[in-house]
């Protein structure tokens, strides 16, 4: 999980909006996904199906797609935006909303 987390930003302001709302927060937003995804079992494979790239200026993406989860204990998906900003030379994600 904290490999995967490399892509986001590492900031308090870092929004990450699911099914249980709004979460503010770099160290917020991890510990989330270490309490939802515990083990390989609920990890799964996962997999990104992009739907569309948008440039909004030189500094910032936005991006739309599917996301899925195929698991031995049941395969799971939804849909995501993501608002990328280039800091510091690097595109992290400033803003998740999955379903």
């Excluded at 892509?7 to 709004?22: A, Q």
């Excluded at 200026?57 to 031995?72: C, D, F, N, P, V």
């Excluded at 939804?78 to 280039?86: I, N, S």
């Amino acid at each position: 999980m904290d490999a995967f987390m490399k892509g986001y930003w590492n900031n308090d302001s870092l929004m990450f909006i699911g099914k249980s709302g709004v979460t503010y927060g770099y160290k917020k937003t991890l510990e989330n996904y270490k309490k939802n995804y515990p083990d390989t079992a609920a990890m799964g494979k996962l997999t990104f199906t992009l739907i569309q790239v948008k440039k909004l200026s030189g500094e910032y993406y936005h991006i739309t797609g599917k996301w899925h989860l195929a698991r031995t204990i049941g395969d799971i998906g939804g849909h995501y935006t993501l608002l990328f900003r280039k800091i510091k030379g690097k595109w992290l994600i400033v803003s998740d909303h999955s379903s």
